[in-house]
């Protein structure tokens, strides 16, 4: 299983970006996918989560702004990201619990996409 992650990029401050991450390979079902970022010297967080019946949660700091959706059919999630700021700068990662088959179930993890937000 491969998650392939895009639309990272350079924006100004109030810009918007969009990034998608699309799940392949052996993929019976994704439970839960999400988005995380890292900054530079900082831990990597959590920005934002979507179950696979659709519920989703956010960090504090992104709430308002930033909203995560999922195509099933796709096996793709997206971050859709409004109202950005400079304290956005980070490499952004997806993840998702896929499993492959009945027994076999594992969390996966993007390659990271860089977002740089300048004031």
């Known amino acids: 299983v491969q998650l392939q992650a895009s639309g990272g990029g350079l924006v100004q401050a109030g810009g918007s970006l969009r990034l998608s991450c699309a799940a392949s390979g052996s993929i019976f079902s994704i439970n839960g996918m999400g988005w995380y970022r890292q900054a530079p010297g900082k831990q990597r967080e959590l920005v934002a989560a979507i179950t696979s019946g659709g519920g989703t949660n956010y960090a504090d700091s992104v709430k308002g702004r930033f909203t995560i959706s999922r195509d099933n059919a796709k096996n793709t999630v997206y971050l859709q990201m409004n109202s950005l700021k400079p304290e956005d700068t980070a490499v952004y990662y997806c993840?998702?619990?896929?499993?492959?088959?009945?027994?076999?179930?594992?969390?996966?993890w993007g390659q990271g996409t860089q977002v740089t937000v300048s004031s």
């Open positions: 993840n998702a619990d896929v499993a492959s088959d009945l027994i076999r179930r594992r969390v996966y």
